[in-house]
């Protein structure tokens, strides 16, 4: 495992334990997160970031996450897929809770500088999560 994937890892059980005091361990100061679906705004910062996963956590207190495949890109770039499973116990973006669990699949890159977390692009599938918890109808249904 190289320093740059190990450091992702350390994200991922950072977001797994909800350890959102631990963020600016991992991210730069100046670092943040891009999700590239479901209108999610960009979260810069340790406590932007923190406010943004409050919002999954609120919806998911059981929220976890499992790194499926890792993979260290030159240019201090890591790219991941990871599953994440869930159950929808609380109020998420306004849709109140069904008790249904989710699992959903998302990829991301990370550029890394000195150690640290500088920018994290995201692409869940949030799409799934919603047709998962019935706030969209599933295709056929």
């Not at 190990?6 to 950072?14: G, N, S, T």
Request: aromatic share 8%.
């Amino acid at each position: 495992m190289s320093e740059n994937t190990r450091i992702v890892e350390q994200w991922i059980d950072v977001l797994s334990r909800k350890a959102t005091a631990e963020i600016g361990d991992v991210f730069h100061a100046d670092g943040y997160v891009t999700y590239g679906a479901g209108g999610l705004p960009d979260a810069h910062g340790p406590a932007a970031i923190g406010d943004l996963l409050g919002k999954f956590y609120e919806g998911f207190p059981d929220l976890h996450c499992t790194v499926e495949e890792i993979f260290d890109a030159d240019g201090g770039r890591v790219v991941g897929r990871f599953l994440t499973k869930a159950t929808h116990t609380g109020a998420f973006l306004g849709l109140q809770p069904t008790g249904r669990t989710i699992a959903i699949n998302g990829i991301a890159i990370y550029r890394i500088r000195d150690g640290k977390i500088a920018h994290e692009w995201n692409m869940d599938d949030l799409l799934g999560l919603m047709q998962q918890i019935g706030a969209v109808p599933a295709p056929g249904a």
